[in-house]
Nanobody, 128 residues
Framework: QVQLVESGGGSVQAGGSLRLSCVAS????????MGWFRQAPGKEREGVAAIDGAGKTFYADSVKGRFIISEDKAKKILYLQMNSLKPEDTGMYYC??????????????????????WGQGTQVAVSS
């Protein structure tokens, strides 16, 4: 069974930074697409960033240039470095894993299609 556990959330002022971590355990491969999603109160969950089995990264337009997704395959940890945080970045952040080396593309870009395993989330609050 695959388990994903996020940490690193917290409260920061606008312009600040946070680094989220997601530790994976269980029967998992290290060459699969993994991603970060977030959900703000009253809004739908949205994709933030993803990294495929080859290490190629993908970002939502709203976070490009500010967030960096990376992974330590040896330790099975997925990271999300969040810089220049804005109040609109507030929400619950989840890491998730697909069963494919490829991340959703085309019209499914930054969607949760194929992401079958999810963590419980870590809360991020950005104040103005």
């Amino acid at each position: 069974q695959v388990q994903l556990v996020e940490s690193g959330g917290g409260s920061v002022q606008a312009g600040g930074s946070l680094r989220l971590s997601c530790v994976a355990s269980g029967d998992i491969s290290t060459d699969l697409c993994m991603g970060w999603f977030r959900q703000a109160p009253g809004k739908e969950r949205e994709g933030v960033a993803a990294i495929d089995g080859a290490g190629k990264t993908f970002y939502a337009d709203s976070v490009k240039g500010r967030f960096i997704i990376s992974e330590d395959k040896a330790k099975k940890i997925l990271y999300l470095q969040m810089n220049s945080l804005k109040p609109e970045d507030t929400g619950m952040y989840y890491c998730a894993r697909t069963g494919s080396a490829y991340c959703p593309a085309g019209r499914y870009y930054m969607t949760d299609r194929g992401f079958h395993y999810w963590g419980q989330g870590t809360q991020v609050a950005v104040s103005s």
